[in-house]
């Protein structure tokens, strides 16, 4: 099915005048999921799993969504909550999240958010055990938080890997990121809120302006000198 775009946005994207790295440098908001299709063709989707169900042997199941039930005078009627993550993984991740009455509606149109929400992802070496200069992990220690969940993620020397649970690893991969440590607090089995806190971490390290410099030791020592003069 052709794409009929509604927006100036849309318009623009479909003739191919404008790029993804120039709509988020205007501060432009993406309003149509085409626009996502046609400028990220590699994109790769993942379910969060934010449900449970109870397992065989005690404990609890993980399951891709959450159900909730309310009585009604008819009877049990149930909500399906879902949660879905996309990325093209270099650079550029958005989340969703969706309630329906169907599995299949709910991460339908959890995706369909996760289109309208992508956002860029700033990357670098900020280890000063590594200073490679690449873009394997994140520039600097962040924290973000959502509800009673904090998380830090600390930037990490090449070969580490993801050191996070394993739905965080999924935002992280799509968001092209490989070298990570992270720390929580809080109730941090709440994987909805864990996932979100991530993700306010990557939106909070956005509005920073940051050193384009590798973090190096005498990188790290000139910050202290300039922090010590500061404090007197």
Known sequence: MDWIPRTE???????????????????????????????????????????????????????????????????????????????????????????????RVAIEKATINAKLNVMPVKRGCGSWECACGTEHSIPVQIEGKSGSVRVQLIPAPKGVGLCVNKESKKIMRLAGLHDVWSQCFGESKTRNNYALAVVDAFRRMNRMRLDSRPVTKEVEEGYEEVEAETSE
Do not use: C, W
């Not at 432009?28 to 042997?57: A, H, N, T, V, W």
């Not at 879905?84 to 599995?103: H, L, T």
């Open 9 to 103: 946005l849309g318009k623009q994207v479909a003739e191919g005048k404008i790029t993804l790295d120039e709509i988020f440098a205007l501060g432009k908001k993406i309003k149509e999921p085409q626009i996502i299709d046609r400028l990220m063709p590699s994109l790769q989707s993942e379910i969060i799993f934010i449900g449970g169900s109870p397992g065989k042997g005690g404990g609890i199941k993980r399951t891709p969504t959450r159900r909730t039930t309310r009585m009604h005078r008819s009877g049990r009627r149930y909500r399906i909550s879902a949660m879905v993550v996309i990325g093209n993984g270099n650079g550029y991740f958005g989340i969703g999240k969706a309630v329906a009455s169907e599995n």
